[in-house]
Each structure stands twice: as C-alpha cells, then as structure tokens.
C-alpha cells in the first residue's frame, strides 16, 4: 500500500541526547514536510523539502536538522539544542508545495524526554 | 500572512445532533482550505477541501463545508452524528502559490451516546 510510514511510534530520550526520527513515503511525493503537535497549538511547521537535496526551515526550526538525501526519505534530528522536545511529531507529504494540493500524514512519533 | 481561527476548543453534540465546526480564515487573496481529522495517536486525514470551484464542498464520511467570503469562514457540518466521529478536527488554509499549510488549534469532537 502507498503511504507514509514514521517509526518509531514511541521515543523516549534522555536529557542531552540527540535522536533521529524516520520518515519514508512510497508516494513519489516532491514535497515533505515536519510538523510538531502539542495540546492546544496545532501544528507547527518544522522543517520543508521540495527536491532532494534541498529543504527549508518552517516556524519552529530551532534545535532541529534534517537532510534529504532521497526523495521517499526525510529524517529529523531532535537535537540536545531544542530545550522542550516533548511531542508529537508528524511526517506529511504531497505532489508540490503549491496551494491547493493537500498533504498526506504519517502515523506519527510521540517523542519524550525522560 | 495565512491563519485560521476555530472557534470552540471543544464541542460535544448528541448522537444524532447535527455537527458544526467553525472555521475562520485570514487571507490576503482568495485561499485554498482543507478540513481534516485526527483520530488519538494518528495523523491527519483529510476530509474534504476548497480550492475555488464551488463553494459549497463535499467530503468523506457525510461532511460538508461551505466558504464563504463575506464572512471569510469555511464551517464544517454533518446533519447527523455518529459516535465514530469523535475525534480532532482541523482547519488549515494555504494561498495559492504557497509553500505550507497553515493550521488552526483543533477542535476536539465529543459524541454523547
């Protein structure tokens, strides 16, 4: 089945560490993206990509890498820089970034610090 | 700038009751907008969107949604409620040419048996 496939569900870290979180699609999606989700604020756009090899910071990049180096793959780093990394995370993606064109969500990655 | 506000971080109807959401959006140029749901500890599905054909839009599960301009809102409905509804739903808006969608805080659907 086409999609987009996050892992792991769960993630816990320890204070300092950093940690990477997958995301592939089998979509032949251009555009990727990385949102984070806490209790009463949406979602906030972390990081985006259009083309391999190149992305963009959204909102909230501060503390957070990514790379692209394949077009089904974006992985995010949660670098020992983000101060309150607690959250939900979701991989989404779609066929450009262009208004109009919906994205597709992962199942996500609940990530907490411990 | 894009943003969206919805009205009502939480909303609890009867089983049967008609739902409405509400959505207002804030756009320089006429938008595109999206509805979508989010189940507990899973990502979004959309439920229907609007990018400037009729205005008056059709989605899955028996959803609906109406833009209108004069009153630059994008209210979600379903004349009848069913316990599997109960979930978050999400507003977003995006403008044409633009490279992110932009979300609302979610409202938490209840359905009271």
């Known amino acids: 089945d086409g999609g987009i496939t996050q892992s792991p569900k769960y993630l816990f870290r320890k204070e300092g560490q950093n940690v990477t979180l997958s995301c592939e699609q089998n979509?032949?999606?251009?555009?990727m993206y990385w949102y984070r989700q806490d209790p009463g604020q949406g979602l906030r756009l972390i990081y985006y990509?259009?083309?391999?090899?190149?992305?963009q910071k959204g909102d909230i990049a501060e503390g957070y890498s990514v790379s692209r180096e394949k077009k089904e793959s974006f992985p995010l780093t949660v670098t020992s820089a983000q101060k309150n990394p607690t959250a939900f995370y979701l991989c989404?993606?779609?066929?450009?970034?262009?208004?109009?064109?919906?994205?597709?969500f992962g199942q996500g990655t609940r990530l907490t610090v411990v | 700038a894009q943003s969206v506000t919805q009205l009502g971080s939480h909303v609890s109807v009867s089983e049967g009751a008609l739902v409405l959401l509400r959505c207002n959006y804030s756009s320089s140029v006429p938008p595109y907008l999206f509805w979508y749901v989010q189940y507990p500890n899973q990502g979004l599905q959309l439920l229907l969107k609007y990018t400037s054909a009729a205005t008056l839009v059709k989605g899955i599960n028996g959803f609906e949604a109406e833009f209108k301009k004069s009153e630059t809102s994008f209210h979600l409905t379903k004349p009848s409620a069913h316990m599997s509804d109960a979930a978050e739903y999400f507003c977003?808006?995006?403008?044409?040419?633009?490279?992110?969608?932009?979300f609302g805080t979610g409202t938490r659907l209840t359905v009271i048996p």
């Open positions: 989404a993606s779609s066929t450009a970034i262009r208004g109009g064109t919906e994205a597709f």
């Open positions: 990509s259009q083309i391999v090899n190149d992305f």
């Open positions: 977003a808006v995006s403008d044409p040419g633009a490279n992110n969608l932009f």
């Open positions: 979509l032949n999606h251009d555009a």
